[in-house]
């Protein structure tokens, strides 16, 4: 259900965002290096739990995206796949988290000097799927979550560079469990913070 909302909202902006002069539509692709929140180990016979930041990877995304132009601000809705990557050393061992999901940034842009424009809005996400290395790990504790983007780009002709910052608003935690170690288990907050440098071609 909600995926189907945002492709539906995603798909009616788009429609809009033809109907207007310098208005358009097209694809983009790119790569990112994120960090996710603190993972949290619980030891077993009364010890403290122990907590660990995130050693950041890299990761990729690609999506679709649609722009309604106006003089000297524009709105720009996007729809993309991303697979974020980090990193946590639980028991010696470095384990990879890798999340899959949905984002749908809706941004607002204010046109600088020629090609040159900066940007920020709101990041709707939709988790698809977490993995946590060789652990068992739960579903996350909310599939649709919110963030921000904010960023600054440059346009050159149908082609668009940009770089921007994605955080996660709120934590949203997932638990883990080591099948093999009674005394490994704990929770990961799945919270992306990541650097997000992205091409863009105008269809």
């Not at 524009?74 to 899959?100: A, F, N």
């Amino acid at each position: 259900m909600k995926k189907t909302f945002l492709v539906a909202v995603f798909a009616l902006i788009g429609s809009a965002a033809m109907a207007q002069s310098g208005s358009g539509f097209g694809v983009k692709a790119g790569l990112s290096y994120n960090k996710n929140g603190d993972l949290i180990q619980s030891v077993s016979e009364g010890g403290s739990d122990i907590t660990k930041g995130a050693e950041g990877k890299t990761g990729y995304h690609f999506g679709f995206w649609g722009k309604l132009d106006f003089p000297k601000i524009y709105l720009r809705p996007e729809l993309v796949y991303s697979k974020t990557k980090s990193s946590y050393d639980i028991e010696g061992d470095s384990q990879d988290y890798d999340v899959s999901k949905l984002d749908m940034p809706v941004l607002l842009g204010y046109k600088l000097i020629g090609p040159l424009h900066i940007f920020a809005g709101p990041a709707f996400q939709y988790t698809l799927n977490n993995d946590l290395g060789d652990l068992q790990v739960e579903d996350v504790k909310n599939d649709f979550t919110v963030g921000l983007n904010a960023g600054v780009g440059v346009n050159l002709g149908k082609l668009g560079l940009d770089v921007r910052y994605e955080r996660g608003f709120s934590e949203n935690e997932a638990e883990f469990i080591d099948t093999n170690v009674a005394n490994v288990e704990g929770r990961v907050d799945s919270r992306p913070s990541q650097i997000i440098f992205a091409l863009s071609l105008k269809l």
